[in-house]
């Protein structure tokens, strides 16, 4: 991974190119940054530009064998450590370093890939992946093998916000004092969720969105579209690149929970005194928990975003609005009325409780359920401004 093939965030790789070449090499970072904004790529890069010895931005001039070996992401003293569950390959007592084709495979396909694309590929159903205590154990096993060209060992734990508290109090005292020339590389979407200790030990680099000339640039280079198109998709990407390529080829799960989302919005509005409507909602609850745990939860934070856009359309925040409904029948200008001060962060909060419970496990039917009536009643709330 070189860092010319990474998206923008130039001061980013100015700063860890620098920190090398100066022989200031932190033992134990944290990268922290949206989805799509290329967090995983970066520290892949960076892990190349210090095993490789390479010499210049463009992440060449150094160890040509083993810049060859991180193009097949096979280098010997660089280590993953990522969500897992168990399948139908691992039955048992799941780590990362059994799932490294499907991991490659991720990598080569989709670099700036999120959770969700990650467990797709493992064929997730109602599991739910974590970092565990069995991964922390194969990760004190793996870094204490001496380096394999003499050099530094590289650790990159993605999406640490998943290891669970037994694998972070396991690993605590190997990122405090880690065994020499070893750098751990950890990453996350949310830092607050990663327990303090650890956090504490490391140095936090924050990546910001991508820009959209960035993610626009990209998308002409890469998939060849006219650049009107790309622009208009950067923007409704809000710097997130993996959003934009799946808008490229209209293969978002987007497409699908924006479906779910207007068929609940409608059902609720009409569920008031309308039995009717009742079934609809008990039965759209039946359907959303036949679906996996993680599609679940990664649609009810799409709900999320979508009533903090209509909110924003509502109070003419139109700068920030990029979300575009491709429903012909459903415009956002008629819908962002209904939500308002005095409902959105009960709205949010209803939400946030559903993917709360989701996550340890809760029956799914009745905790949807339970959400489709609060949002009957909490869509039918008068804003405080036209009381």
Not at 223 to 237: G, S, T
Request: glycine content about 4%; proline content about 3%; some cysteine.
């Amino acid at each position: 991974m070189l860092f010319k093939d990474i998206l923008g965030q130039n001061h980013i790789k100015h700063h860890l190119t620098t920190s090398v070449d100066a022989g200031r090499i932190p033992h134990a970072q944290l990268f922290v940054g949206p989805e799509g904004s290329g967090t995983l790529p970066m520290a892949i890069a960076y892990a190349q530009y210090i095993l490789c010895g390479n010499t210049n931005a463009e992440n060449t001039g150094g160890n040509e064998a083993c810049n060859l070996k991180f193009n097949k992401l096979a280098h010997p003293d660089l280590h993953f450590a990522f969500p897992v569950f168990k399948n139908d390959k691992v039955k048992k007592h799941p780590v990362s370093s059994l799932f490294l084709e499907e991991w490659r495979q991720l990598l080569d396909q989709q670099p700036y890939g999120n959770l969700f694309d990650w467990y797709r590929i493992l064929g997730v159903d109602n599991k739910q992946g974590q970092i565990g205590v069995d991964e922390a154990h194969d990760i004190v096993k793996s870094l204490a093998l001496k380096a394999f060209d003499g050099g530094h060992k590289v650790m990159i734990i993605w999406m640490a916000e998943k290891m669970n508290t037994q694998a972070a109090n396991k690993l605590l005292k190997l990122i405090e004092e880690p065994p020499e020339k070893t750098v751990f590389i950890l990453i996350a979407e949310d830092e607050e969720q990663i327990i303090n200790t650890i956090r504490s030990r490391c140095q936090i680099l924050h990546f910001p969105p991508l820009a959209e000339d960035a993610i626009s640039e990209a998308l002409v280079a890469k998939y060849h579209i006219d650049a009107r198109v790309a622009q208009k998709i950067a923007i409704q990407a809000n710097g997130n690149f993996n959003k934009a390529c799946d808008l490229v080829y209209q293969d978002s799960e987007d497409i699908q929970f924006e479906k779910w989302f207007v068929f609940w919005i409608r059902s609720a509005f009409k569920a008031k005194g309308n039995k009717a409507a009742i079934h609809d909602l008990i039965s759209w609850s039946e359907e959303i928990a036949k679906t996996g745990r993680e599609t679940q939860k990664q649609f009810l934070h799409f709900c999320i975003d979508y009533f903090r856009q209509a909110m924003l359309l509502n109070y003419k925040a139109n700068s920030l609005v990029y979300l575009e409904p491709k429903s012909d029948d459903f415009k956002l200008e008629k819908f962002a009325p209904f939500v308002h001060d005095s409902n959105i962060m009960d709205i949010s909060e209803a939400l946030q409780d559903a993917i709360y419970h989701i996550e340890r496990n809760g029956n799914s039917k009745i905790i949807l359920t339970d959400l489709s009536i609060k949002l009957t009643r909490l869509l039918h709330k008068k804003s405080q401004a036209n009381a």
